[in-house]
């Protein structure tokens, strides 16, 4: 998965958690539950998956600086605010349960073989490399500019028990 399609993951969670409509953290509304949840998404994307600002401001549809505030008040918010303590608690128990779930692969062939396995498919010339990481494994997917974008979602598909990060080459 991409960093933004994993921090778009853990708005949606954020905001199911929390009891928010799915996509308000985007809005532009200043309401005081939907700045904690903006908030609570994050730092967690910062602090846990290492997403960079930039993706995460794009995401928010809010400024990269903003994402900087957000990290820098975290401790104090936690702290001092009872609201912001309890939903970060709440959100931060779902994302790490639903983490650990996930499994990751520890041989690169037996990865290739499951996803040839769960309809990703090969061509034998290759115009695009898609790279997929899981844990300290690596596989490489050789596919054409046609059928690249369908062969990515087979990945996503394949993938989704699992702990893993997609490169286009």
């Known amino acids: 998965m991409t960093t933004e399609d994993n921090f778009i993951n853990l708005c ?36 846990e998956d290492d997403i960079h600002q930039t993706v995460i401001a794009k995401v928010l549809n809010r400024d990269r600086s903003l994402i900087y505030h957000y990290e820098k008040m975290h401790k104090d918010n936690y702290a001092t605010f009872p609201k912001y303590r309890n939903a970060f608690n709440k959100v931060y128990i779902a994302y790490k ?10 041989d690169s062939d037996f990865m290739k073989s499951h996803l040839l396995k769960n309809d990703v498919k090969e061509h034998l010339k290759a115009q695009v490399l898609i790279e997929v990481k899981s ?27 699992y702990h893993y990060s997609v490169k286009i080459l």
């Open 12 to 47: 949606n969670l954020t905001t199911s958690v929390l009891g928010l409509p799915k996509d308000s953290l985007s809005l532009k509304s200043r309401k005081q539950d939907l700045q904690v949840a903006r908030s609570i998404a994050g730092v967690i994307a910062r602090t």
């Open 135 to 161: 844990g300290e494994s690596m596989c490489i997917v050789k596919t054409s500019y046609f059928d690249f974008s369908n062969q990515l979602e087979n990945v996503k598909l394949a993938m989704s028990n």
């Open 97 to 106: 349960d639903i983490n650990s779930a996930k499994k990751t692969f520890l």
